[in-house]
């Protein structure tokens, strides 16, 4: 059994009042960091902890604390990034519907260590419900005399606000929803300046996942040391892993690091293997912006080894034969699906969101979802596979913000690892109408 | 957006209930951050506007935030969950999206449009139904699904859509409401 940090309490009845969750020992990491800590040292046991943001890029979350910008008379603001909308992830969902005081509590013991007085939930609109159940969770945190002035008699104040998002995938990048959070489009503003430096209302500004903001209570009631001594090499700690597609158990698991993939995949304790006893023929790891590997590369890496839930370890071959463990969002298909279809609903999916500030991205994902579209339903030529690629690398690095890399990896890769599929697709338009290629490698000759 | 006549215009007036959930949310920015409000006063006014944002709604909106109407058709535009039309009184919003097309979300949306006789985006005669799309919602370890108002709808299958659209016929479905109450 995997260790469980943060869903530990997540199946006890009654876990969203502010009674039982206290009574399960909530609360108590504000109570140590307020009382027995200061600032500082709370920052230092996050670094200590390894952290890394659990948003999708991984960065160092005690460092990224550390660049928070603290000019004398300006407020500082901490934002929780709860806009979770790239595909395949659905984790943040499960920590804010079932340990709304976790985050809670995170965000107060986050907010003590960067010395900020407000701080916001940004969530996505379509999370109505959940709004709510924040919101009743805060008023209870409240009357308790965990947000507000002086809490628990220190110096320290704070008040912590939701506030709804309207569908958009492109707030969910941090500047993005800074624009958003001041009533704006979510259009990503221009780097530098960082958020750090001047982000909302121009102020000096902290964006953090809901998972990363809920890994700071563990950290703060066991130390940072506990947290390290979790997981494998520079992935510290444990993670939420969505997992959707053709297996037996979908599901949020919280798996400590470094856990084999197969093991994920397979063991009953995870996904409980592919379904209807399919044959697995690809995962995308980190949600839909994640480049694809197919079986043999997903279970391990091209050196032979065994691929790890882990940074390092998805990543280990580059975008060569890695991908990346991104938001945890794990993607399993299995031998029937189809590749180019596959392909085509992601690049609808990015075009349909790109929000159209930068060319590259937003003619590019036009024309991938134009060619994709084509390819897919019979109308495909043979050069079209490589202009697929020649779109993708045209888009990636090219946009102000990584929404573009994130439309053009999934493509790339997909074109790398199973070019025959596609080729399949120009050379028997009809057939690849009726049915799919199967394993790619694999498939009977046509 | 069509031309508003001057008549028109402004002539969008709030329930008191409204209007003191607008209240309660602007003291949650500092003074003069007030737009910050914007997202959800829409999602609010959009629930009492029958499901969507007429340009004499947000006028009022614009006026009630002191901003101008511009600042508030250019973020209605922006965001999915704004209807510049009018909507049925169930608006489904089907995910169609990876994962969920995996677990068959277009065979279900081919389904309700046959079932309905609409095309996406249309609505049924009797005003009852919107068939919207939707991309990813978070929900794609429980496909395929569907939101209506504020709930989730998930592993669907054609049968539970035959029943939630007599549930809905019959008047049994709860939207759910933005309002905290
Ligand atoms: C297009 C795009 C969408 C993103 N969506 C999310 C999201 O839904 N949730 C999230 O936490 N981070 C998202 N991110 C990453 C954020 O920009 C940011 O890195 C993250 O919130 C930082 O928090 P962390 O360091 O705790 O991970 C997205 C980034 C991009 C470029
Ligand atoms: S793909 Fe439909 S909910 Fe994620």
Redesign the interface.
């Known amino acids: 059994m995997s260790r469980k940090l943060l869903l530990e309490h997540a199946e006890i009845p009654g876990i969203t009042t502010y009674e039982v969750y206290r009574r399960q020992g909530g609360y108590r990491a504000v109570e140590k960091a307020l009382k027995e800590m200061t600032p500082e040292s709370v920052l230092d046991e996050v670094k200590i902890s390894g952290l890394r943001g659990r948003g999708g890029a991984g960065f160092p979350t005690g460092m990224k604390w550390s660049f928070l910008a603290k000019p004398e008379g300006i ?1 500082r603001y901490l934002l929780c990034n709860a806009d ?7 984790k ?2 499960l920590l804010m519907e079932r340990l709304p005081h976790l985050l809670i509590e995170g965000m107060i013991a986050s907010a003590y260590a960067l010395g900020c007085r407000t701080a916001y939930i940004y969530i ?6 959940i ?2 159940t924040l ?1 009743r969770a805060i008023a209870e945190a409240y009357a308790n005399g965990w947000l507000g002035e002086r809490i628990l008699g220190t110096d320290f104040s704070f008040d912590l ?1 939701v ?7 492109i707030c969910g990048e941090e500047t993005a929803l800074i624009e ?7 259009n990503p503003r221009l780097k530098p300046p960082f958020p750090a430096v001047s982000g909302l ?1 121009n102020s000096p500004t902290l964006v953090n996942n809901v998972e990363s903001l809920c890994a700071v209570v563990p950290i703060v009631n066991e130390g940072g040391e506990a947290f390290s001594a979790i997981g494998i090499g520079r992935s510290t700690g444990t993670k939420l892993i ?5 297996i037996n158990k ?3 698991y919280e798996i400590e690091l470094g856990l084999p993939v197969e093991e994920f995949i397979y063991s009953d304790e995870y996904c409980g293997g592919i379904k209807n006893g399919k044959q697995l023929k690809a995962v995308v790891p980190g949600g ?1 912006s994640v480049p694809i590997l197919p079986a043999h590369l997903i279970l391990k890496t091209a050196a032979g080894e065994d691929r790890l839930m882990s940074y390092e370890s998805l990543a280990e071959g580059g975008f060569v034969s890695g991908s990346m463990l991104g938001s945890g ?1 794990f ?1 399993v ?1 299995d031998e029937d ?1 189809c590749i180019v ?2 392909t085509w ?2 690049s609808r ?1 990015y075009h ?2 790109s ?1 159209g500030q930068c060319s590259p991205c937003r003619e590019g994902t036009g024309w991938l979802e134009k060619v994709l579209h084509r390819l897919e339903h019979g109308h495909g030529r043979m050069h079209d596979i490589d202009l697929l690629v020649d779109i993708s690398k045209k888009i990636e690095g090219n946009t102000i913000c990584p929404l573009g890399d994130a439309a053009a990896w999934p493509v790339a890769s997909a074109v790398r690892h199973f070019r025959d599929e596609f080729e399949w697709h120009v050379r028997e338009p009809q057939l690849s109408q009726q049915r799919n290629f199967g394993l790619a490698r694999e498939a009977v000759a046509v | 957006m069509e031309a508003v006549s001057t008549k028109e215009k402004n002539q969008a007036s709030f329930s008191p209930e409204t209007m003191a959930e607008i209240q309660r949310l602007l003291p949650r920015f500092p003074e003069g951050r007030q737009k910050s409000a914007l997202l959800r006063i829409l999602h609010l006014v959009q629930e009492e506007n029958d499901g969507w944002l007429s340009t004499a709604v947000m006028d009022r909106v614009a006026e009630i935030l002191n901003i101008q109407p511009i600042e508030v058709y250019e973020v209605a535009t922006f965001y999915t969950m704004y209807n510049l039309k009018p909507v049925g009184k169930y608006l489904l919003e089907v995910c169609h999206t990876g994962p969920c097309a995996i677990e068959g979300a277009e065979r279900l949306l081919e389904y309700l449009k046959q079932k309905l006789a609409i095309g996406i985006g249309e609505t049924t005669t009797d005003g009852l139904f919107t068939l919207k799309t939707v991309e990813c919602m978070g929900a794609c370890g429980y496909a395929p699904m569907m939101q209506v108002g504020e709930f989730y709808h998930e592993h669907l299958t054609e049968a539970k859509i035959d029943r939630f659209l007599e549930d809905c016929r019959a008047g049994k479905v709860a939207l759910g409401t933005w309002k905290l109450g």
């Open positions: 407020p979770e909308s790239e595909p395949g992830t659905f943040d969902r996505r609109g379509e999370y109505k419900w709004v709510k919101e606000h506030t709804p998002g309207a569908g958009a995938y958003s959070l001041e009533g704006k489009r979510g209302w969505s997992a959707c597609g053709n979908p599901g949020v839909s969002g993607i298909y699906q279809r596959n609903n992601f999916f349909h969101e929000c």
